[in-house]
């Protein structure tokens, strides 16, 4: 059983960590006892063998299906593209991501793979060098070296080559490269511990929801399409300068639900008025998508519009009707949501059945129930909201710590002799 809604504990620092950052002052004292006069500097050209991948097409992972992976620009899923049935490298390598947003990210790889061509490949050359310290001084200054020209970001061989990094005794480097495994997998663990609190929270959450929004047939049902007005959203022309140019009204789309949650009171992107077929629909509006991303819905606290892919649900003036409070609609609406993802139709885009949907039958308590149910689901919702604030916050947090150790780690004095060079 979940354990009660009450205020989150988060872990504390364990004290491992307490421990490696005893072991990280003493190996910042081994660089001073090892390099009292500072360390050498020298530049990726000069320690490690440089190539580039191939051209991997989605076709020739099909045709070659296997079991060794084959690694592009993406960052996600530790950049796998897919996995073919040979490799063109064994062993302990670098990757680089040499185009694109992700240019510039770094990867260690140890074993048998492949590359496609928007990756570049480091093996170290020369003794003294630890790749996994190579890894780890890398990814705290290659994006230095990204360039934006042109639009499209890129960190190229030629670049790669020239960049100069600190090369203490192996010793440290290795004692270095034990004391950030460590932070990075405490790292992975805490991250991991907070999000399964997280999504247990929103569980136990969604549970009781549902249950204050269950009824029987002793409240007032009403269709959908009796109780609100249905309308579908549109995008005005982007042809058209004068519908975009100097804007302020309110325009939403998914992407400000993503960003900005489930009750909007602005959007990213906004039109003006010529662009209006009509009039804006008023605030206190519900939108909700009924064709792509099906089953979204958000609150709107603004007068505005929002593109074709919602539908939008404004209350009915009918004194016959009975009174709704629209935060109660809101929290109902996510039981629709999960209704609209089992009656969609399918043809070259999935939406919404809408004549299904006009007669649902929503049930509409007295009003007074309405707002204690609101009430109870607000707090709720507050609790869970001021869970996945808190978390992210304690993620962060701990990030920086990372960062700031990572950073003082690989921070070195230079020879004198590497001055003069400058």
Not at 39 to 60: A, L, M, P, T
Not at 204 to 225: A, G, I, P, T, W
Not at 380 to 406: C, H, M, T
């Given at each position: 059983?979940?354990?009660?809604?009450?205020?989150?504990?988060?872990?504390?620092?364990?004290?491992?960590?307490?421990?490696?950052?005893?072991?990280?002052?003493?190996?910042?004292?081994?660089?001073?006892?090892?390099?009292?006069?500072?360390?050498?500097?020298?530049?990726?050209?000069?320690?490690?063998?440089?190539?580039?991948?191939?051209?991997?097409?989605?076709?020739?992972?099909?045709?070659?299906?296997?079991?060794?992976?084959?690694?592009?620009?993406?960052?996600?899923?530790?950049?796998?593209?897919?996995?073919?049935?040979?490799?063109?490298?064994?062993?302990?390598?670098?990757?680089?991501?040499?185009?694109?947003?992700?240019?510039?990210?770094?990867?260690?790889?140890?074993?048998?793979?492949?590359?496609?061509?928007?990756?570049?490949?480091?093996?170290?050359?020369?003794?003294?060098?630890?790749?996994?310290?190579?890894?780890?001084?890398?990814?705290?200054?290659?994006?230095?070296?990204?360039?934006?020209?042109?639009?499209?970001?890129?960190?190229?061989?030629?670049?790669?080559?020239?960049?100069?990094?600190?090369?203490?005794?192996?010793?440290?480097?290795?004692?270095?490269?034990?004391?950030?495994?460590?932070?990075?997998?405490?790292?992975?663990?805490?991250?991991?511990?907070?999000?399964?609190?997280?999504?247990?929270?929103?569980?136990?959450?969604?549970?009781?929801?549902?249950?204050?929004?269950?009824?029987?047939?002793?409240?007032?049902?009403?269709?959908?399409?009796?109780?609100?007005?249905?309308?579908?959203?549109?995008?005005?022309?982007?042809?058209?300068?004068?519908?975009?140019?100097?804007?302020?009204l309110p325009w939403f789309r998914?992407?400000?639900?993503?960003?900005?949650?489930?009750?909007?009171?602005?959007?990213?992107?906004?039109?003006?008025?010529?662009?209006?077929?009509?009039?804006?629909?008023?605030?206190?509006?519900?939108?909700?998508?009924?064709?792509?991303?099906?089953?979204?819905?958000?609150?709107?606290?603004?007068?505005?519009?929002?593109?074709?892919?919602?539908?939008?649900?404004?209350?009915?003036?009918?004194?016959?009707?009975?009174?709704?409070?629209?935060?109660?609609?809101?929290?109902?609406?996510?039981?629709?949501?999960?209704?609209?993802?089992?009656?969609?139709?399918?043809?070259?885009?999935?939406?919404?059945?809408?004549?299904?949907?006009?007669?649902?039958?929503?049930?509409?308590?007295?009003?007074?129930?309405?707002?204690?149910?609101?009430?109870?689901?607000?707090?709720?919702?507050?609790?869970?909201?001021?869970?996945?604030?808190?978390?992210?916050?304690?993620?962060?947090?701990?990030?920086?710590?990372?960062?700031?150790?990572?950073?003082?780690?690989?921070?070195?004095?230079?020879?004198e002799k590497e001055y003069a060079?400058?």
């Amino acid at each position: 059983m979940n354990k009660p809604m009450n205020k989150i504990d988060l872990p504390a620092a364990p004290t491992a960590q307490v421990r490696k950052l005893t072991r990280l002052h003493a190996a910042r004292g081994q660089v001073a006892e090892l390099c009292p006069e500072g360390v050498e500097f020298k530049s990726i050209g000069e320690i490690c063998q440089i190539n580039r991948g191939r051209v991997v097409s989605k076709d020739y992972l099909r045709d070659n299906a296997g079991e060794y992976p084959v690694y592009s620009s993406q960052t996600v899923d530790d950049g796998v593209f897919g996995s073919i049935n040979t490799c063109d490298y064994d062993g302990e390598y670098l990757t680089w991501t040499t185009d694109g947003a992700n240019a510039g990210s770094i990867f260690y790889r140890n074993g048998k793979f492949s590359i496609t061509n928007v990756c570049g490949l480091l093996k170290v050359k020369v003794d003294g060098v630890n790749t996994k310290f190579l890894l780890y001084i890398l990814a705290t200054v290659s994006k230095k070296y990204v360039s934006a020209g042109m639009g499209n970001p890129k960190i190229m061989s030629n670049v790669m080559e020239k960049i100069k990094i600190p090369i203490p005794p192996l010793a440290v480097q290795q004692e270095i490269v034990k004391i950030l495994d460590t932070f990075a997998t405490l790292e992975a663990e805490l991250e991991t511990e907070l999000e399964t609190e997280l999504e247990a929270r929103r569980k136990q959450y969604e549970y009781y929801r549902d249950e204050l929004l269950m009824f029987d047939n002793r409240v007032c049902f009403v269709k959908l399409s009796e109780m609100f007005t249905m309308r579908n959203g549109y995008t005005p022309s982007k042809a058209n300068k004068d519908f975009w140019t100097n804007s302020t009204l309110p325009w939403f789309r998914m992407d400000d639900i993503r960003q900005n949650g489930r009750i909007l009171t602005d959007s990213l992107q906004h039109i003006t008025p010529q662009a209006i077929k009509g009039k804006l629909f008023p605030a206190g509006s519900i939108i909700m998508a009924t064709t792509a991303t099906i089953g979204v819905h958000a609150l709107l606290i603004a007068d505005s519009l929002a593109n074709q892919r919602f539908t939008f649900f404004t209350k009915n003036v009918n004194r016959s009707l009975p009174e709704i409070d629209m935060k109660y609609a809101f929290y109902y609406f996510f039981i629709i949501d999960e209704w609209c993802t089992q009656n969609t139709q399918v043809s070259s885009f999935p939406s919404v059945d809408i004549g299904k949907l006009k007669n649902y039958e929503m049930p509409v308590p007295p009003i007074e129930e309405q707002r204690r149910i609101v009430k109870i689901l607000d707090k709720f919702d507050a609790l869970v909201n001021d869970i996945s604030v808190g978390l992210p916050a304690e993620l962060n947090a701990r990030r920086k710590q990372y960062e700031y150790y990572r950073d003082k780690l690989l921070t070195f004095k230079p020879l004198e002799k590497e001055y003069a060079k400058q």
